[in-house]
């Protein structure tokens, strides 16, 4: 149930397309969204079944065997009142024009995967907040749907369960720590108070460690306390299910931490800084001579152009090396070139997330990197901005290592 938009969702490749998770079903497309269940969602349906199936017993005995269909069907329910928590970050964060990737319903609850940051602390606190608030009104709901019916019976047992279940997932949510809702809300709080967002964060995640060592040591203690008779399987469950919780708090709060320390660094990885000098040949050039001109240069990318000297394709440094060297001046330019298409030109001025976006949209190998006034200044190679992107990732500089032909 714990929360992983914005920052923590943004690690993934830069040039790559996100794919859908492995093994998960597509359940439908709200706002736009995908929106995915993962295997680990039918393991979890089916222990919720199976211990609420036991807890229902005490209270209806009389169902027999059909108090698992009930408890099934709780299960649901239950997953569907998750979604409409994940529903509510994506409502907000599209509202906000923050793009979301996608909603993920899995073991421990659901996950909206939101691609940028919010632009303000208030809009952090905001985007955290939507999803324990309807949380809170769905549990509101239900309570007062408890109103019209008799407590000991199939509907009021089940209104009852989803009552609790939804006023636990919103006070679950709302403990202070990354990455967990109530950890965002710190985060935006401290965000305002400083003017800075990375200190929000900084204090945000040891809030999440310090809550992840809390959850490890007070759950079983907790559970112990409520019932002394408990027998050593039940203590070792409690201790079991409070040690993945706390890693998943503390992992979760880790996280975050390494990608707001990425995010100070994305502005460093520009096109300008990483564009390679080129030389400019037409398609019919020998690939010989077009080496022989990219190393009288100095340069490092090649691009083709068309008799008048607009660019029309670029070299693909692959091709390239696939290429015996004593075949090279009998085989012209144009045969080992990707034509320029839509989304090969690349702004020099882009930098950090706006040149991740732009390379994800379009993804190739090499791309023109023109000026303003679209005057080609050189090649940018994919291969050059996920290297860079690792160094800022491995807490590095982005300081670009190209690789000559």
Known sequence: MSEEHGEAKQRRAPVKDAERP?????????????????????????????????????????????????????????????????????VVALRFGLPVLRIQLQFFGGVSEITKEAQSAGRE????????????????????????????????????????????VAAFNLLPGLPLDGGRMLRALVWKATGRPMAGTVAAAWAGRLLAVAVLVLLPAWSAAQAPGLGLASLLTDAVLGAILAAIIWNGAGGSLRTARLRERLPQLSATALTRPAVSVTGDT????????????????????????????????????????????????????????????IAAALSGEDLLDALRAAPAAEYLVTAPDDTPLGVLAAVDVERAFARAMSGEDPVPVPAAH
């Not at 324990?132 to 709901?141: A, E, N, T, Y």
């Open 286 to 345: 020998p690939l010989a001579e077009a080496l022989r001109r990219l190393e009288a240069a100095g340069a490092l990318g090649i691009i083709v152009t068309d008799s008048a000297g607009t660019p029309i394709a670029l070299v693909r440094e692959r091709a390239v090396r696939a290429v015996p060297e004593h075949r090279r001046p009998w085989m012209q330019v144009a045969e080992v070139s990707a034509p320029l298409g839509p989304g090969s030109r």
């Open 125 to 168: 606190f905001w985007l955290a907040f939507a999803g324990p608030l309807l949380s809170l009104v769905l549990g509101g709901v239900f309570l007062g749907a408890m109103q019209f019916v008799t407590p000991a019976t199939v509907p009021g047992v089940l209104l009852t369960s989803l009552m609790l279940s939804n006023f636990v």
């Open 22 to 90: 492995a093994g998960a079903l597509r359940m439908g497309r709200p706002f736009g969204v995908p929106v995915y269940v993962t295997p680990s969602w039918f393991l979890v349906a089916a222990l919720i079944t199976w211990l609420f199936g036991g807890q229902i017993d005490t209270v209806l005995p009389g169902l027999g065997g059909a108090r698992y269909l009930v408890s099934l069907f709780f299960a649901v329910a239950f997953y569907g009142s998750v979604l409409v928590h994940e529903l509510a970050h994506t």
